[in-house]
């Protein structure tokens, strides 16, 4: 399987702290985007990163992919109660996207 | 800004009964698909569906479901003989590329 694999699977953290939440695959990747998912709704696009690059900010958002590792990680800066949901990696293979089971990420305000 | 959308927001069926699913992908997008998230779990891939014609499918993807583009806008996934299982969020996307997708809200399918 393609899928990515989150970490950790929950993580509460205080208004105005970083998170950072990890993502690991397994096989060659063409690109890696990240997700974000409130809860019961849809999935809202973040940020892609393609396997020649290593890192991308959007924002408050930085993504950095290690290809050697097959991992990825998200770093959301100076996080607000707002940015609670689950996060998604998701790896693109030949012909479709994989997910992994995600990150809740808990903000306390 | 155009975004996908899917119809029923909500749909309550009876196990054996047959259910469709719309989703109106956006305009000039050309790589549509589908996916389930049962409760509590991961989003899976089910379906992908490219120049009319399904282009991947997963293992989950069986004969049970089925996928169709009637018209120029909508995307439809049928579920035949629904079973208790088949319950959870059914989202539909669409990729002008095979890079990015874009999310519908979802169908919320509760089978009884």
């Known amino acids: 399987s393609q899928q990515g694999e989150e970490d950790p699977q929950a993580l509460s953290i205080q208004e105005g702290e970083n998170a950072t939440m990890n993502c690991s695959y397994k096989?060659?990747?063409?690109?890696l985007q990240w997700y974000r998912q409130n809860s019961g709704r849809g999935l809202v696009h973040l940020i892609l990163?393609?396997?020649?690059?290593r890192e991308k900010h959007s924002g408050r958002l930085r993504v950095t992919l290690d290809t050697s590792k097959k991992s990825s990680s998200l770093l959301i800066t100076a996080s607000r109660a707002a940015d609670t949901a689950s996060y998604f990696c998701?790896?693109?293979?030949?012909?479709?996207?994989?997910f992994g089971a995600g990150t809740r990420l808990t903000v306390k305000p | 800004e155009p975004e996908v959308t899917q119809t029923p927001s909500h749909q309550v069926t009876q196990m054996g009964q047959e259910v469709i699913l719309r989703c109106v992908p956006i305009?000039?997008?050309?790589?549509f698909y589908w996916y389930r998230q049962i409760l509590g779990q991961k989003v899976e891939f089910l379906v992908s569906?490219?120049?009319?014609?399904?282009?991947?499918k997963s293992e989950i993807f069986d004969d049970q479901f089925s996928v169709e583009r009637p018209d120029g806008s909508n995307f439809t996934l049928k579920i035949r003989s629904t079973k208790l299982e088949d319950s959870a969020m059914y989202f539909c996307?669409?990729?002008?590329?095979?890079?990015?997708?874009?999310f519908g809200p979802g169908t919320r399918l509760t089978v009884l």
């Open positions: 569906f490219y120049n009319n014609e399904i282009s991947e």
């Open positions: 096989t060659s990747i063409n690109n």
């Open positions: 990163i393609r396997s020649n690059e």
């Open positions: 998701a790896t693109d293979g030949p012909n479709d996207m994989r």
């Open positions: 996307a669409s990729s002008k590329t095979r890079d990015t997708q874009y």
């Open positions: 305009s000039n997008h050309l790589y």
